[in-house]
């Protein structure tokens, strides 16, 4: 008969005990074992078990129907269900989600600065509901009317927190008609 887990060698009540035959079996089988997937266990010179010696299967992929392995992705366009939202593209999906809330519908328009040409260097959104900022946008640079720099300050919902700022680098052609806003 023999051990279960590493057949290792037993001496049962029908067997003489001869110490120096039961003591070299006991060892022969545990040296056998030794190193093998399942077996006993040795380490490698840093100390770890080498990964020829352990008896696992890395798990599998996950799906929307299994448990399992997922790659993060910061992607904020993607169908994937293999791949998992972090939180920055998470984060970057809610601020586009606040600005979409935000409707030009409910928004109302203050222009102020106008120079000589007629034209407001800038325009304040506030929301309707609670008069609280939206948004600024202020041209600058160049010479009127021709400005260079359009910058939009967008603001969280509590009108002094500023969201996120854009520059855009304006264009005219030969007519002095906006043509790019980049």
């Known amino acids: 008969m023999a051990t279960s887990k ?5 001496i049962d009540n029908t ?60 992607a904020t366009d993607s169908t994937s269900e293999t791949f998992a939202a972090t939180s920055k593209s998470v984060k970057a999906i809610a601020d586009q989600a606040i600005l979409l809330s935000d409707k030009t519908d409910d928004l109302k328009t203050a222009k102020t600065n106008k120079d000589t040409n007629g034209i407001y260097k800038t325009i304040t959104y506030r929301r309707k509901s609670d008069n609280s900022l939206f948004a600024t946008s202020v041209l600058s640079g160049g010479t009127a009317p021709n400005y260079t720099t ?15 700022t854009v520059t855009f680098a304006l264009s005219y052609d030969s007519d002095g008609m906006l043509v790019s806003e980049v």
Not at 6 to 10: E, G, V, Y
Not at 16 to 26: H, I, S
Not at 63 to 68: D, L, M
Not at 150 to 164: A, W
Request: aromatic share 2%; charged share 15%; glycine share 8%.
């Open 15 to 74: 067997k003489t005990a001869d110490v120096v035959r039961d003591m070299n079996a006991l060892a022969n089988a545990v040296d056998t074992a030794a190193g093998t997937a399942g077996g006993l266990a040795t380490l490698d010179p840093s100390g770890k078990v080498p990964s020829t010696q352990l008896s696992i299967s890395a798990p599998p992929d996950a799906s929307t129907t299994q448990k399992g392995v997922v790659q993060l992705s910061n």
């Open 6 to 10: 590493l057949n290792l060698p037993t």
């Open 150 to 164: 359009r910058t939009i300050t967008y603001y969280e919902s509590n009108g002094t927190t500023i969201r996120k």
